[in-house]
């Protein structure tokens, strides 16, 4: 019998703050400019200088955590991180081990049908590394011929958000990092734009046969620059996992980088000793102590979460699969929702809307491009009173994404505006019936579906713009 | 005037009797006839100290209003960062090394009117107890060039000590201010750890370093304290409360004080010299009306050996940023690896690379909780004594260094014995309170003994007082042949 | 207690270039102070955790503004190698 094999995921997320300056010293926080101008002697390492911690950035760092749900510790501690490396100026990196700001949280991840809670093991703060360009043979590291630096990004504040090994599939680990990094920028403390590395996510996979507990050795990925390629790349280290299994070798602890080129990971050389990274206790930071107060003024201070915005949705009566979707929706699609519901639309037709047509029709456009909850409010109204059909309705939101116009105006320039006045439609179904003599005694003796005949031809004779709930109606009054 | 207090000077030069360029000649003068035996220094700004002293003289003849050291010439250790002037801590990896910026003490002491005439020679890296560890070769001892000045900050004892300045300050990581000053029969102060601030102090053992002044006098170090110390928002440790004001009970004595001698602090190891000194002192001030007890610190006992874990633990961290990278030596390497193997096995001496060595297996998986971690815990039980022992006396006293200076070579092959002069400097830097030494008489070979008075977390009130009543009962006011004005 | 101490592997953490000779040097040393330090291990340490700050002072911040940072000329000036605009090294060791 073949060995059904589980994934067993963890995610490792970076997230640098997007405060004014620094995490221990007042240089400016900027993405790109000109190399080793925001440097001082404390984000360069100099001797003699020493670190002061941010109060903004920890007040971010309680955010988040609470955010995701976790415990903030009274009592916290940065610890020094040892290991020599150019782009990390002190050869340690302030960072924090085993009294993080933030512990136990969860964040629920849906997929499909599907939601399952994902633990949050911590959430911890630490500086960023400068940057390596590796110079000659097209600055591919192993053959590099010189190594230059810019410690621009040192100190930058970073999140370190680490998941627990809860997550089962490469679809599942993305819509995670897709949901964290949503919730993220909503908080307003990162620019979370994955693509310039302000949001970084690394992943732990291993693999174990179905139903048993034991872990399988663990492999780190690292270098996926997408959400896409994340999915990618674990798909891939999956399946080498378990080719390795089942072709009887063992699968090794490293650390591999994603090739998108190659499509697969392949393994970085590790260095040795690479892990003892005699973390003590920073002697110039002092201990960080979250009173309660202040903690529960961050929380109020916090905006709607998902998971709350979902429970509020069902609560108008929106669709529970629906209020999921719509709840992790990017921020300008809610807006929409929101402003539509505000000027009356219902809440359940505004949200099918959103969370279906508009959310499609927003990923298929080249442009990013958004109905405002005022135009969706319209075309909700159009198709509420008849004057347009649902796939009428859905043809001219794509029209409106596409050119900007109200609903009302790209409905009349397409001609999809339905006969939904019942006079005109009296005398359409009157000449209908009147010609179709024949067909009217076999529905009179019972034949139900000639009504269907009798429809298309009321339908054919206007066009098609007649509204079929409106003339089927009629038509069985009369009928009838 | 190179042998002027900062007090006459300081008044001298407020009358006008005396300008601040007459008063940084007359010191370099001094200098340039002792440092060809002494080599206190590793760097003499005589560019720029000529330019401070001539400004603060226009200062004064436009009857600006006067800093609290207008006009005095100092120096500061070559492990304070000064801007645009070179600061090695005594290590070949720095060698060269201009920093762009000043540290919170100098620029403090600028700000003050303070002369700054140069950077004073120190063990490398403040790691040592003679000056012999310095790359540049050792001070001496301006009592008997063939003796250690102490260590590590033995350039700034030996240069008060023979009036190359009025004052200095040095760095106190486990005596390394108080050891020296002993050694060198001038005062030396270590404050309550965060009272002064540490930014660009280069870190040697970040929870222990404190900045503490030199002087001849007990009132000149209390104004050189002054001067530098307070809230700085640029160290995370410093403290934001009030600085003790020590000023008004200098002259109060010490009768009624409750002295405590420290039990641990003495015997084996201890001169006989020493120790009859000390004893004689504690005579005296009982004599004064103080009151006199023995008390027992028993984690005292390992104090040095929690220090030997703790404080390389943290300089294998504090010294992994000389890597041949931004600034200092770089000793090249086909990889960045092999680069920085190679500059820091060149670059540090031998004291450094011990202690790097130590820190680093201290911390190392595995040996965490039974070396760096257990010696935490040790460390929290020694404060934990210290405040008992407080409750029942107000200061405690005992020799500042179990001998008086030792010869230059002596201990230069065993690091354990070297370590042992510090063993009675070390229990304060792990508890982060207040200890002073001052000279109390010259032993029978002519070396300055000095005494210690120890005091609780900001009591740096009562230890003043106490120091002050010692330094007038040991009337001590030898000078060194070579601090003798030609 | 007799330590045991690997020193080859302490030195490359430290990152320092040691010969044999110099490794053996120091290991024994190494051996003789930690000898000495390990009476730390018979101290009744139950009920002490490791003191933070001796003034036992939390939660120092700065507010959040910017601050001058310094002329990269004069950064670069004290670095012992650079381009103009970099800090140049040697490559790094494969990954
Ligand atoms: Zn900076």
């Known amino acids: 019998m073949t060995t059904v094999w589980e994934p067993v995921i963890g995610i490792e997320v970076h997230v640098e703050l997007s405060t004014q300056s620094k995490m221990f010293c007042g240089c400016e926080v900027t993405f790109g400019g000109e190399a080793n101008t925001k440097v001082c002697p404390t984000c360069l390492g100099l001797p003699g200088a020493l670190p002061v911690a941010n109060s903004v950035a920890m007040d971010w760092i309680v955010r988040i955590g609470l955010a995701l749900q976790c415990q903030v510790s009274e009592r916290s501690v940065f610890h020094r991180k040892n290991y020599f490396y150019a782009d990390l100026p002190k050869n340690y990196q302030v960072s924090q081990f085993d009294l993080p700001v933030c512990r136990n949280g969860w964040l629920d991840v849906t997929v499909g049908d599907e939601t399952r809670r994902i633990g949050i093991e911590r959430a911890h703060m630490e500086e960023d590394t400068g940057k390596s360009l590796h110079q000659g043979n097209g600055g591919r590291i192993h053959t590099a011929t010189s190594t230059l630096l810019d410690f621009n990004r040192s100190g930058v504040p970073l999140v370190e958000i680490v998941s627990r090994p809860d997550l089962r599939s490469a679809t599942e680990a993305r819509a995670y990092a897709q949901d964290l990094r949503n919730l993220v920028a909503e908080l307003g403390v990162s620019d979370a734009r994955m693509e310039a590395g302000s949001i970084r996510f690394d992943a732990n996979v291993s693999v174990r046969p179905v139903g048993t507990e034991a872990l399988g050795t663990k492999v780190e990925i690292k270098n996926m620059n997408s959400f896409r390629s994340l999915e990618r790349a674990i798909a891939s280290e999956i399946d080498r996992q378990v080719a390795l299994l089942e072709g009887g070798q063992k699968v090794r602890q490293e650390t591999r980088h994603w090739d998108e080129g190659a499509g697969a990971t392949h393994s970085m050389r590790s260095k040795e000793e690479s892990s003892d990274y005699r973390y003590f206790a920073e002697p110039d930071l002092l201990p960080l102590v979250f009173a309660a107060d202040q903690v529960e003024a961050l929380r109020a201070g916090l905006p709607e979460l998902p998971a709350e915005r979902r429970s509020r949705l069902e609560g108008l009566g929106v669709a529970p699969h629906t209020a999921r979707a719509l709840a992790q929706a990017e921020p300008e699609l809610r807006r929409t929702f929101e402003e539509a519901v505000a000027l009356g639309a219902p809440p359940a037709a505004a949200a099918n809307w959103v969370a279906g047509e508009l959310t499609a029709a927003t990923r298929r456009l080249e442009t990013p491009a958004m109905v405002d909850g005022r135009s969706l409010f319209r075309l909700i109204e159009m198709t509420e009173d008849g004057r347009l059909s649902s796939s009428a309705a859905k043809e001219v939101l794509v029209e409106m994404l596409r050119s900007g116009d109200e609903a009302e105006a790209v409905a009349t320039r397409l001609d999809l505006i339905q006969i939904s006045d019942t006079s005109a439609l009296e005398a359409a179904v009157s000449e209908v019936l009147d010609s179709q003599l024949e067909a009217v005694e076999r529905y009179r003796s019972g034949e139900q579906k000639v009504l269907g005949f009798l429809v298309g031809l009321v339908m054919k004779s206007t066009g098609g713009k007649a509204d079929p709930k409106l003339v089927n109606q009629i038509l069985r009054q009369r009928l009838g | ?486 | ?95």
């Not at chain 2, 000023?247 to 109060?252: A, S, V």
């Not at chain 2, 001496?349 to 257990?374: C, H, M, N, Q």
């Open chain 3, 1 to 95: 207690m007799p330590v045991d101490i690997d020193i080859a592997y302490v030195a490359r953490l430290a990152r320092l270039g040691l010969s044999a000779e110099e490794l053996a040097f120091y290991r024994d040393q190494l051996g003789v102070i930690l000898e000495h330090a390990a009476k730390v291990q018979e101290v009744d340490t139950e009920g002490f955790e490791a003191t933070a700050h001796p003034l036992g002072i939390v939660n120092q911040f700065r507010p959040d503004e910017i601050r001058p940072s310094l002329d990269r000329g004069e950064v670069l000036a004290a670095a012992p190698a650079t381009d103009g605009v970099y800090f140049v090294v040697p490559p790094a060791l494969e990954g």
């Open chain 2, 1 to 486: 005037m190179a042998d002027l207090t900062i007090e006459a000077a300081g008044s001298a030069l407020a009358k006008g009797e005396l300008s601040a360029t007459e008063l940084l000649e007359s010191v370099l003068t001094r200098a340039s006839l002792t440092e060809a035996d002494l080599h206190s220094f590793l760097t003499i700004d005589h560019e720029g100290a000529m330019a401070a002293a001539t400004g603060s003289d226009e200062r004064l003849r436009r009857g600006e209003p006067r800093g609290l050291l207008e006009g005095i010439p100092l120096a500061v250790k070559d492990n304070f960062c000064t801007r645009h002037l070179e600061t090695t801590c005594g290590s070949q990896i720095l060698a060269g090394y201009l920093p762009p910026y000043d540290a919170t003490a100098v620029a403090r002491l600028r700000d003050a009117g303070a002369v700054l005439v140069g950077k004073t020679n120190c063990d490398e890296f403040a790691m040592g107890s003679s000056t012999e560890n310095s790359a540049f070769g050792p001070t001496r001892n301006p009592w008997n060039p063939e003796r250690v000045p102490g260590g590590s900050s033995g350039g700034s004892a030996a240069a008060v000590a023979v009036g190359s300045v009025l004052g200095a300050f040095g760095s106190d990581t486990g005596g390394s201010i108080r050891q020296p000053a002993a050694l060198c029969g001038v005062v030396g102060f270590k404050p309550t750890y965060g009272l002064i601030s540490r930014y660009g102090l280069v870190a040697f053992a970040s929870s222990l370093d404190q900045i503490g002044p030199f002087a001849r006098t007990v009132a000149d170090a209390v104004t050189l304290f002054e001067a530098v110390a307070g809230y700085d928002p640029l160290d995370a440790t410093s403290y934001q409360g009030l600085v003790p004001n020590v000023r008004p009970t200098l002259g109060e004595g010490v009768s009624g004080l409750r002295v405590g001698i420290v039990r641990e602090l003495g015997g084996e190891g201890y001169d006989a010299e020493v120790a009859a000194a000390t004893s004689a002192m504690v005579d005296k001030l009982a004599d004064e009306g103080a009151k006199v007890s023995e008390v027992s610190l028993p984690s005292f006992e390992v104090a040095l050996s929690v220090y030997y874990l703790i404080a390389p633990a943290e300089c294998s961290a504090n010294l992994a940023r000389f890597d041949g990278v931004r600034y200092g030596l770089r000793v090249p390497g086909e990889t960045v690896e092999e680069m920085m193997a190679r500059t820091r096995a060149e670059g540090f001496g031998p004291e450094v690379t011990r202690r790097i060595l130590l820190g680093t297996y201290a911390l190392s998986a595995g040996y965490y909780d039974a070396f760096y971690g257990k010696a935490q815990k040790v460390r929290s039980l020694l404060i934990a004594e210290m405040a008992t022992v407080f409750e029942q006396a107000d200061v405690l006293v005992s020799p500042t260094s179990p001998t008086t200076a030792f010869e230059l070579g002596a201990k230069t092959q065993d690091p354990l014995a070297m370590y042992l002069s510090d063993v009675c400097t070390i229990p304060a830097n792990l508890a982060g309170t207040p200890a002073i030494s001052v000279p109390i008489g010259l032993d029978s070979g002519g070396l300055p003994i000095g005494f210690q008075v120890m005091a609780p977390a900001l009591g740096e009130k009562v230890m003043f007082q106490t120091a002050a009543a010692v330094e007038a009962l040991a009337d001590f006011d030898a000078r060194p042949a070579m601090a003798v004005s030609p």
